[in-house]
């Protein structure tokens, strides 16, 4: 399927001296382009580990992931990645973490002194989009943990990836600060275009901001439940007071509470 992220009966176990942990079995998922898709599930279900085989970080057992047509192999280099922590470089500036990948990613990577100018000037123009517009100069142990995280959403952004990869990125911000979050990352998802798969414990945040929400089972992990979600967009933060929306809730927990008896 060109047109889509497809994870085809995929297993992963994790091996050690000690034994080996199957993570995922027979795990089937598939996310069209431009799809903003979110993963949902009991702690240690595999969610985070999904990711790592979209993006080649780990290589499954068996099984098939493809992306817009290939077949992964090794890292992705279309996909963005963010995560709970940030990991910003503090020895670095906020708009020389946002250029960052451009420095490593093909075919930025051999261009990038070159047409540095060009890259830093979309680097300003997206730390605007997220209201971060002046701040380029500052370093990172500058900025809130909320300023923080948009600044790896904007690295996780900046080579215009085809797919972002999102693993509980606003989990350590307070309620205020992730809601806002939420917004931007809305508005980003609209304007760009880009494919998401997010991975959270949220399902308010999942409810709010995916077209699909996966519910894995409790390890080993596979897809036990799709649930479209039909709510109009563009979604602002009172839906989320609205019946359709609470009533999404309750079926994914109480989903959720099924398989973790199971």
């Known amino acids: 399927m ?9 297993t992963l176990t994790y ?14 998922l598939i996310v069209r382009r431009g799809e903003f898709a979110a993963v949902v599930g009991p702690s240690g279900c595999g969610k985070s580990s999904l990711m790592k085989l979209v993006t080649g970080l780990v290589s499954p ?17 279309i996909a963005g990645m963010a995560f709970q922590n940030p ?6 500036k906020v708009i020389d973490n946002v250029l960052l ?4 990613v093909e075919p930025h990577r051999h261009r990038f002194r070159r047409d540095r100018e060009h890259y830093r000037a979309a680097a300003e123009a997206l730390l605007k989009t997220v209201g971060l517009d002046g701040f380029g100069e500052r370093f990172p ?11 790896s959403l904007c690295r996780a952004l900046i080579h215009q990836p085809a797919l972002l990869m999102l693993d509980e990125p606003f989990a350590a911000l307070d309620a ?8 931007v990352l809305r508005d980003l998802w609209q304007k760009l275009g880009f494919t998401v798969i997010l991975v959270t414990h949220d399902l308010r945040e999942a409810t709010f901001l995916a077209d699909n929400i996966h519910v894995m089972s409790a390890r080993p992990g596979r897809i036990v439940m799709t649930k479209r ?34």
């Open 2 to 10: 060109t047109g889509s992220v497809a994870i085809g009966n995929v």
């Open 15 to 28: 091996r050690s001296a000690s034994g080996g942990v199957l993570a995922l079995k027979d795990t089937s």
């Open 61 to 77: 057992d068996g099984g098939d992931i493809v992306i817009f047509g290939d077949r992964v192999r090794g890292p992705v280099k």
């Open 87 to 92: 990991n910003l470089l503090p020895w670095r």
């Open 101 to 104: 990948p451009l420095e490593i």
């Open 141 to 151: 142990w500058e900025l809130s943990g909320g300023m923080q995280q948009r600044v």
């Open 176 to 183: 205020f600060t992730r809601e806002e979050l939420w917004c």
């Open 229 to 262: 979600i039909d709510l109009p967009r563009p979604r602002d933060l009172d839906s989320c007071f609205e019946p359709r929306f609470t009533d999404i809730v309750h079926e994914l927990r109480a989903k959720i509470a099924e398989v973790r008896k199971a």
